[in-house]
């Protein structure tokens, strides 16, 4: 057993699984959380460096390069000089991970609105959703309300928690954390808000380039999970070049074969996106569904874990 928490190659894979189950159990407050921090820092910068849209386009561009910069490297350079001090250097490692890997209170806070929409409460349920999305929620109907947290639900689960584990393992907690934190600014700087429309495009061109590749990952495992044949039929539908917002919604829709995108209001404009995905309108049940796909896909995930720490242990 000392041999297995000690084997340097299987360690990181040890300490993912343990993460993984921690991030389930351990009630973190959003008070005194870390990426709270993190984020009130990310928005205090948009509101200082970016207080009116006065400046041209180029010159918003520019002052987000700087932000990113100004408010990343000071967060790498002290992770970076912790771990290089730390004796236990894989217990901060996973400290790390812990910090990035925050995804539980989105479940809890889906599985919140899916019972205020059981009970005829649909005030609340918008409500609840306008923390999780920053799209209008106060029009929304029970259909808008359930497609909308089935949707901020799959994203983010690939987005913030998929995406971090990919990093994890490519380059450990540090990374993970710089990843999250870059994550974390595209959504408080997001270009669907007309205000942050240029100076938030250098984030969303970085947060794009760092999950390109993971979102693929975690929907193609997501697939494989739920329902291959019928994911890979909505894609066949889905004509021409889409972005990856589209295709994530559009596999994780048709595995789950609810219609999933079409028209949001984002800061009272009107973004018009696809309709993609499976034929059934999203119900209140459907977000249970969505959950129980989460969870199928985090059992598939495991599983190869477990294999491949079996695979190289037998090889060490």
Same mark, same amino acid.
């Given at each position: 057993?000392?041999?297995?928490?000690?084997?340097?190659?299987?360690?990181?894979?040890?300490?993912?699984?343990? %993460?993984?189950? #921690?991030?389930? %159990?351990?009630?973190?407050?959003?008070?005194?959380?870390?990426?709270?921090?993190? =984020?009130?820092?990310?928005?205090?910068?948009?509101?200082?460096?970016?207080?009116?849209? $006065?400046?041209?386009?180029?010159?918003?561009?520019?002052?987000?390069?700087?932000?990113?910069? %100004?408010?990343?490297?000071?967060?790498?350079?002290?992770?970076?000089?912790?771990?290089?001090?730390?004796?236990?250097?894989?217990?901060?490692?996973?400290?790390?991970?812990?910090?990035?890997? =925050?995804?539980?209170?989105?479940? $809890?806070?889906?599985?919140?609105?899916?019972?205020?929409?059981?009970?005829?409460?649909?005030?609340?349920?918008?409500?609840?959703?306008? +923390?999780?999305?920053?799209?209008?929620?106060?029009?929304?109907?029970?259909?808008?309300?359930?497609?909308?947290?089935?949707?901020?639900?799959?994203? +983010?689960?690939?987005?913030?928690?998929?995406?971090?584990?990919?990093?994890?393992?490519?380059?450990?907690?540090?990374?993970?954390?710089?990843?999250?934190?870059?994550?974390?600014? $595209?959504?408080?700087?997001?270009? !669907?808000?007309?205000?942050?429309?240029?100076?938030?495009?250098?984030?969303?061109?970085?947060?794009?380039?760092?999950?390109?590749?993971?979102?693929?990952?975690?929907?193609?495992?997501?697939?494989?999970?739920?329902?291959? $044949?019928?994911?890979?039929?909505?894609?066949?539908?889905?004509?021409?070049?889409?972005?990856?917002?589209?295709?994530?919604?559009? #596999?994780?829709?048709?595995?789950?074969?609810?219609?999933?995108?079409?028209?949001?209001?984002?800061?009272?404009? !009107?973004? +018009?996106?696809?309709?993609?995905?499976?034929?059934?309108?999203?119900? %209140? =049940?459907?977000?249970?569904?969505?959950?129980?796909?989460?969870?199928?896909?985090?059992?598939?995930?495991?599983?190869?874990?477990?294999?491949?720490?079996?695979?190289?242990?037998?090889?060490?």
């Amino acid at each position: 057993m000392l041999d297995i928490l000690t084997n340097s190659t299987l360690q990181p894979l040890l300490i993912l699984l343990l %993460v993984m189950l #921690l991030e389930k %159990v351990i009630a973190w407050p959003d008070q005194a959380h870390p990426l709270t921090l993190l =984020r009130s820092m990310a928005e205090t910068m948009g509101k200082k460096v970016h207080s009116s849209k $006065s400046n041209s386009p180029t010159q918003q561009r520019i002052s987000g390069t700087l932000a990113i910069i %100004v408010l990343s490297l000071p967060v790498a350079f002290i992770v970076t000089v912790v771990m290089f001090f730390a004796e236990y250097a894989f217990f901060f490692d996973g400290v790390l991970l812990l910090i990035a890997l =925050r995804f539980q209170p989105v479940m $809890s806070g889906s599985k919140k609105i899916q019972q205020a929409l059981e009970a005829r409460k649909k005030a609340l349920a918008r409500n609840m959703l306008s +923390r999780w999305t920053l799209r209008e929620t106060e029009a929304l109907s029970e259909l808008g309300i359930c497609k909308a947290t089935v949707e901020t639900l799959l994203l +983010r689960f690939s987005y913030q928690y998929m995406s971090v584990i990919f990093w994890y393992l490519i380059g450990g907690g540090v990374v993970a954390l710089i990843y999250r934190f870059i994550y974390e600014m $595209s959504h408080t700087w997001n270009i !669907k808000l007309r205000h942050y429309q240029h100076f938030g495009r250098p984030v969303s061109w970085l947060s794009f380039i760092l999950q390109w590749i993971p979102v693929r990952l975690s929907a193609l495992l997501f697939v494989i999970a739920v329902n291959v $044949s019928k994911a890979f039929a909505a894609m066949n539908k889905q004509r021409g070049s889409v972005s990856s917002h589209t295709l994530l919604l559009t #596999l994780f829709g048709g595995a789950l074969d609810l219609q999933l995108g079409g028209p949001a209001y984002y800061g009272m404009q !009107k973004i +018009r996106l696809p309709k993609c995905g499976g034929i059934n309108a999203p119900q %209140v =049940r459907d977000i249970a569904r969505a959950r129980l796909g989460i969870y199928q896909t985090q059992g598939v995930f495991i599983a190869m874990l477990l294999l491949m720490s079996a695979g190289i242990y037998s090889m060490g």
